[in-house]
């Protein structure tokens, strides 16, 4: 079975700081990947997708992936308190019917 | 607006009752997803369908079964062999064109009381 592997957390971080999450998986096949973010109670929603190797940035989010090394990672800088939240890694299978496999998330706390 | 709707919020199931959630879409979406998260837990998937007529079991599939008769429809039953379904269910869809991955619905809470 392909698995997406996270640290659960919690990862606390003050605010103002770059929080940093992290996030491996098991399909070599795999080509697109994303991060979720799921405040406690509602569905997940969609902030970063990455595809390419290397860095992807969309305002104070960096996604960075190493498929090489099967690593995915999403950086956040000066992170705010409204950025508190459970942040799910998930990785498209490769094959072919277009499923996802979710990581269980890592739960970040940012301190004021 | 286009977007996924699950209906009810909340739902109760008395021991040995089956009960149907709901999930319809306005967005044309031709493949939509089931998946289950339990507290501190990613999302683990049930059944998927990626047209009209088809679907396939997910990783969990056993106590649960599916229908798609119509592209904007994909309700799930738990019937009362899922022995323990208290959970929250999250309905997705994904269109075919699209990188951005799955547009999800807000979401069922089932508990059994």
């Known amino acids: 079975q392909k698995e997406v592997e996270q640290n659960s957390g919690p990862l606390s971080v003050p605010e103002g700081a770059i929080a940093s999450l992290n996030c491996t998986y098991s399909?070599?096949?795999?080509?697109?990947f994303f991060w979720y973010r799921q405040y406690s109670g509602k569905s997940p929603e969609l902030i970063m997708f990455i595809y390419s190797n290397g860095d992807k940035e969309d305002g104070r989010f960096t996604a960075q992936l190493n498929k090489a090394s099967q690593y995915v990672s999403l950086l956040i800088r000066d992170s705010q308190p409204s950025d508190s939240a459970t942040y799910l890694c998930?990785?498209?299978?490769?094959?072919?019917?277009?499923?996802?496999?979710f990581g269980t998330g890592t739960k970040l706390q940012v301190i004021p | 607006d286009g977007g996924i709707t699950q209906s009810p919020k909340y739902l109760f199931r008395k021991e040995g009752q089956n009960v149907t959630l709901s999930c319809e879409q306005n967005l044309n979406h031709d493949a939509m997803y089931w998946y289950r998260q339990d507290p501190g837990q990613g999302l683990r998937l049930i059944y998927y369908?990626?047209?009209?007529?088809?679907?396939q079991k997910g990783d969990i599939a056993e106590g649960y079964s599916v229908s798609r008769e119509k592209k904007e429809s994909f309700p799930l039953t738990v019937t009362s062999a899922q022995k323990n379904p208290t959970a929250f269910y999250l309905c997705a869809s994904w269109d075919r064109g699209m990188v951005e991955g799955y547009t999800f619905g807000s979401g069922t809470r089932l508990t059994v009381v």
């Open positions: 399909d070599r096949g795999s080509q697109s």
């Open positions: 369908s990626q047209i009209v007529n088809d679907f």
């Open positions: 998930a990785v498209l299978d490769s094959g072919g019917y277009q499923k996802v496999t």
